[in-house]
């Protein structure tokens, strides 16, 4: 989860509010040098399985007869806007992985390289990667659900910055051993992936967290504390979920069976 925050001076914002006018000028503004903007994407793929109860990484589990992390790709690929896709693993998984994607018969739009100790230094990492890359979108594979009019509808989106996040629908209270207050759940939004950034400033936002030695677990977070420029909040999608716990791998083969009925 994470708060919606309000403009402030100097500092970064996530917002459903106002167009980011300034943000929005400068990516029409890279776009009359040439047709359009450079778009990298990160997808990491560095769990190894072991909350999913699985001897390997959860990111080869099996939907529909399929990997999640192929699910992923394949709807990247369906994308001609996105230049360059950069998947994240660990060094022991790094050879399976790039063959797993030959298998699947990807381009050289397709690249793998070892991710790091952290979900942090492995976007850190992907950045490095991108150096072509004026905009960046990072996903996970771990939510394979995604759907190629998402990933279109971020690029789309005017925002350099946007990320998709849903409502929160129940209660939340802060606390450890006793209740200490309620949280206004109208100001509140479930974080979901894919997100984008401007290289650029992600990049420096990396660097400035990494320098004050803070870690975070997704970027919307690092980005807000870091840079200082508005992120742009979507409508999220309940069915685009993170497959984490065995709970989940039946949920999503629950969501799976659904959209194959209906012919999505």
Known sequence: ????????????????????????????????????????????????????????????????????????????????DIDHVVITCPEAHLDETRQLIDNHGFDDRFSCIVGGSSRQESVYLGLGALQDAESVIIHEAVRPLVTADEFRTLIAAPDPNAMFGIAIPFTVLKGRDFVEELLERDELVNVQLPQKFDRALLLAAHEAARAAGTNFTEDASLFHEYAGAPVRILPGSERNIKITVPTDVVTAEAIYADVIGRGG
Do not use: C
Not at 9 to 21: D, F, I, K
Not at 45 to 55: C, D, N, Q
């Open 1 to 80: 989860m994470i708060s919606r925050a309000t403009v402030e001076r100097g500092r970064a914002v996530l917002s459903w509010g106002q167009p980011t006018a300034p943000w929005a000028r400068l990516t029409a503004a890279r776009r009359t040098r040439r047709d359009r903007v450079n778009i990298g994407m990160i997808v990491l793929a560095g769990g190894i399985g072991k909350r999913i109860g699985r001897p390997f990484p959860k990111q080869f589990l099996l939907l529909g007869g399929k990997p999640l992390i192929i699910h992923v790709l394949e709807k990247a690929r369906s994308i001609s």
